[in-house]
């Protein structure tokens, strides 16, 4: 047997492996801008639309803030005027990816709030939502909101103006 040659082949097939991983990783990387707009699109219409009917319909809104949604260190009128707006102002933000780590985590805190609110009238499925919500919202808060979005063309133009520091 040729050890040479079995050798060779071996670091043949390494190299193949590494050039197959690093086009997996680079494939991969290149996905993660449109996986964080998609995640933030998704997200942010969720509570838009949600925001939207609060205030087609806000007799009602402040009825369930009156007698459904238990908010202890807020008064009821002005738990339902902090929750619709940040279901209104927050989404636009994060669907732009403008100040998307601001609108993330301040939608969290709504999502937060909103679960442990009624969670005891909801469904498992609809607690499951609230979750993955706010596992997308930490996942946009936690590493910014991608190459596709406004707070990176912002950072980008700044550093070839000279004005961001790295």
Do not use: C
């Amino acid at each position: 047997m040729n050890t040479l040659s079995s050798h060779i082949a071996t670091h043949q097939r390494i190299n193949m492996l590494r050039q197959a991983w690093s086009g997996l990783v680079a494939l991969l990387e290149w996905l993660q801008a449109p996986a964080l707009l998609a995640a933030r699109l998704y997200v942010a219409y969720v509570f838009f639309m949600s925001g939207l009917e609060s205030l087609r319909s806000w007799d009602s809104t402040l009825y369930l803030y009156e007698s459904e949604f238990h908010i202890a260190v807020l008064p009821p009128y002005v738990a339902a005027v902090m929750g619709t707006a940040g279901e209104v102002i927050l989404p636009p933000l994060l669907a732009l990816g403008l100040f998307g780590r601001f609108g993330a985590l301040g939608l969290f805190v709504v999502n937060a709030v909103a679960l442990l609110s009624y969670m005891y009238a909801l469904q498992p499925p609809a607690i499951m939502f609230h979750f993955i919500w706010g596992i997308l919202l930490l996942m946009v808060a936690l590493w910014g909101s991608g190459k596709w979005s406004v707070d990176y063309l912002w950072t980008r133009a700044g550093r070839k103006s000279g004005n961001v520091k790295r």
